[in-house]
């Protein structure tokens, strides 16, 4: 038996605290205490006693992990594989965004001149504004990928940030309530945080995630539980790499190569 188990089993016996597994009440949105600080302790998610939004997607992660139904509340059968996890009979890497109590460690600062605003902008104004967060930059610039999106747009103003920028992007949907925010490729998988940042959850496109990754796949189905409508998700016709499965109801781009993926949600914003 490890140790961290037998400290656990040892603090048990003593009292010291009540096991996950033994609590009745079911923890969800709203609980607070210190078995939710224990539930945070264990799935190493950032600990403040309080089962808010950020604990719910974690729980999810962690329920979509062990292949249970990811409905963010920690009843019988979650409970259960928490014990297992206890127990060490499971193994749970739990992501960065958990541990951390606002977003990620991989947020950066990126100002752009093309924000200048006399703070006070209307709902109208930010109505006429596309918040895109870029993909990686390996193949295209951000600069390149946000052209595309800004000439099938010519009466939107199209700001943008790269995948990393949460902070960037948080700034700006707190400065254009209203706006339109366009998430692509790598930046898809930053979707269960934006999701909270933006009122109309019919506002955020998900467009062409890479889906081959565990983190981004669940990242993008989490969005469209809290929310963001099936059809606002793009994907290619037959390739997973570019969001193929990710969602049932996701719309197909059918006029072109990943990069036209950004002309097809277009139609969508006009």
């Not at 992660?61 to 928490?82: A, C, L, M, S």
């Amino acid at each position: 038996m490890k140790l961290q188990e037998n400290i656990h089993r040892i603090k048990q016996m003593m009292g010291l605290f009540e096991s996950i597994s033994d609590v009745k009440e079911n923890l969800r949105i709203g609980s607070v205490g210190k078995n939710v600080e224990e539930l945070q302790k264990i799935l190493e998610i950032y600990k403040d006693g309080v089962f808010g939004l950020q604990t719910k997607q974690c729980v999810m992660y962690f329920q979509n992990d062990v292949h249970i139904e990811d409905d963010g509340i920690v009843g019988p059968i979650t409970k259960n594989y928490i014990k297992k996890l206890e127990d060490g009979e499971i193994t749970w890497d739990s992501p960065e965004y958990c541990k951390t109590k606002k977003y990620t460690k991989l947020v950066v600062k990126t100002p752009e001149p093309d924000d200048k605003t006399d703070g006070n902008t209307t709902k109208t104004e930010s109505s006429e504004v596309v918040i895109f967060m870029a993909g990686l930059e390996k193949r295209r610039s951000k600069e390149f990928q946000a052209n595309i999106l800004q000439n099938a747009l010519p009466d939107k103003k199209v700001i943008t940030r790269a995948w990393t920028d949460l902070s960037g992007i948080e700034s700006l949907i707190k400065k254009y309530p209203n706006a339109y925010v366009v998430l692509f490729s790598k930046a898809c998988e930053s979707s269960s945080i934006i999701v909270n940042m933006v009122d109309d959850k019919s506002k955020l496109f998900i467009v062409e995630p890479y889906s081959k990754s565990s983190k981004t796949a669940i990242s993008v189905r989490l969005a469209v539980k809290l929310g963001v409508p099936e059809s606002n998700v793009i994907v290619a016709p037959n390739d997973s790499a570019r969001g193929t499965g990710v969602v049932k109801g996701a719309k197909v781009n059918n006029i072109g190569d990943h990069f036209d993926a950004l002309k097809f949600v277009a139609k969508d914003i006009k």
